[in-house]
C-alpha cells in the first residue's frame, strides 16, 4: 500500500512529511499468518520489531491493538530495547494508547537491574504515535546515559518524535525515568521513577515537552520530574519535584513537593506546592499559595512582572526571601518575620510594608477578585502604568496581551488594557488627579511643568515649590560639581556639551540615584580650559 505521511507538530510549525512511494507495514499481536514483509493486515506481523526491520526510512508502521512486550533489541552496550526504530520511520497505533502497549522489563525484587529492558529506542528522524510505554526499566551498570536513563523511551535526538503517548510506570536509574532526550508532544508522563540518589527527570531528561500532563512521577528525595529540558504548555502536578535547571513556559505546575530549582520560566503558574521557586527566573508568572520554610514563594533568584499571592514560610519571607523583584504585585502572604518579604531588594513593586529601592508603593492592588483567584487590574488599580520599562524584557504579558499599554509598564502579571491616563495611577491618586487622561498635561501649580513631566521627575504636582532645577555648577580648576533639585525614586543622568551653537550632547554619567533635596555630580575630565555645557534628565 503506497501512502503519503502528514503528522502536524504544534513546536514553531513543525511539520513531518513522509515519502510519497513509502511502503505501509502492519503489526498484530494476534495475527495468524504473519508473512513477511507484513504489507497487509492479512499477513501482519506479530511483533513491532520485525515490521521495523522490514521497512526503509519514510515508511508508515500501523499497529492495531494488543499488549506488546515479547522480543527485544539491543542498541548500545548490553540494554535491551523492547522496540529499537534505528530507521526514521513512523510507528503508529491505530486506536491510541489505551489499547496498545508496549511493555519493558523490571527485574523481579527490584526497580532497576542488568536484565532490564528499556520499552522503545528510537533514532534520528523517527517518529512514534499513540502508544503507552510501560514497565521499561534500565541497567544499574553500564553507560550512563545509553544504559542507565531513560526507561520509557530513549531518543537519540531533538528530531526524535513521540506523539499522544502516555508513558507510565518506568523508572531509571541515573536520568528520565519516562524518557530520555527527544520532543513529547500531547503525551501523558505518569508514575515514572528515579528511584535512586543519582536520579533526576522522573518524567524526562534532555527533551522537550509540549501540552502533555506530567503527574505523579517521583525522584529521589523530591529531585525534579523535569531535569534539563524544556517545557510548553504542560500540566505538571503532584511529583516529587517540578524542574531543575530547565525552561518552563506557558506551563501550571500544582501540589509538587519542590517548585522549580535554577529555572527559566515564562507566563507560569506555580501553585500550591510544597516549595516556591528556588532561584532561577521569572518573568510574568502567578505565584499562588505556596509554602516554604524560607520564601514561600520564591527563594532566592529574580522577578519580573509576576504576582506573588496568599504564600506561607514557615520562618522568614512568606512571599519572597532574599530574591530581586521588579514590576510585582507581593501580597497578602505570611510569615513569622517579614510577611511578604525579607531580605530582598524590590524596585516598583506594590507590597507592605513599603520597601527600600525606586517605586515602591503600599496600595491595595485592586484585583478583579482576590478570593476568587482574578489578578487582572480593576480600571482604577494603583498598579497601572507604575512600573519601570527598563525591566521589561518580554513583549507579552501572562494572557499573551501586549505588555506596555499607555508608555508605562503595569506592576503585576496582567496587562490592563485600556488605560484612560498616561500617568502612573499610583501617582495621580496619591496627588488626588483624576485618572481619566484630563489631567495628564495640565500644568496644576503654573510651574511650567506638565503633570506628565512632573511624574516624570517624582514631584509634586500641587506644590510650585517642588522643581526639577539645576544649581549654579561649583568649578575648579580641575572640575565642575553639579548640583540639581532630586527626589529619592528616580535616576538621573548629566550631559555634556562644548558648543551650544551646534550642541551635541554626550552622557558622562548615568544611573545616578537621587537623594532627598538635592543630588550632586563632580565632572572630574573638565580640565582643559574649553567651555562646557550640562544638562541633567530623568532616565
Known sequence: MKWRQFIFGILGGMIFIGNASATTFYVDVNSTNPTPPYTNWSTASTDIQRAVDASSDGDLILVTNGIYRTGGRVVYGSLTNRVAINKAVTVQSVNGPT???????????????????????????????GFTLTNGACRSSGNILQEQSGGGIWCESSTSIVSNCTLSGNTASIYGGGACGGILLNCTIISNTCPYAEGEGSAIYNGMISNCIVIGNQAYQGAAAIYQSTAYGSVISSNSGVAVHSVLIGCLATANFSGPIYCTNYNCIFAWNSRGMFYGIAYNCLVISNTSFFGGGAEYG?????????????????????????????????APSGSNYYGST???????????????????????????????????????????????????????????????????AYEYQTPSSILSYAWAQQYGLPTDGSADFLDSDGTGLNNWQKWIAGLNPTNAASVFELQTPAVTVTNATLTWSSVTNVTYYVQRSSDLSSPNFSSIQSNLVGQAGFTSYTDTSATNGFNYYYRVGVQ
Open 302 to 334: 529574580s522577578l519580573y512582572n509576576c504576582a506573588v499571592i496568599g504564600n506561607v514560610a514557615h520562618n522568614n519571607g512568606g512571599g519572597v526571601y532574599a530574591a530581586a523583584a521588579f514590576n510585582c504585585i507581593i501580597y497578602g502572604n505570611s
Open 99 to 129: 489499547a496498545t502497549l508496549i511493555q519493558g522489563y523490571k527485574v523481579a525484587g527490584t526497580i532497576t537491574g542488568n536484565n532490564a529492558v528499556r520499552c522503545v529506542y528510537l533514532t534520528n528522524n523517527a517518529v512514534l504515535v
Open 346 to 412: 524590590l524596585n516598583y513593586c506594590d507590597t507592605t510594608p513599603l520597601a527600600s529601592g525606586l517605586g515602591n508603593i503600599t496600595n491595595d492592588p485592586a484585583f478583579v477578585s482576590l478570593a476568587g483567584g482574578d489578578y487582572h487590574l480593576q480600571s482604577n488599580s494603583p498598579c497601572i502604568n507604575a512600573g519601570n520599562n527598563a525591566a521589561v524584557t518580554s513583549t507579552n504579558d501572562y494572557d499573551g496581551n501586549p505588555r506596555i499599554v499607555g508608555g508605562t509598564v503595569d506592576i503585576g
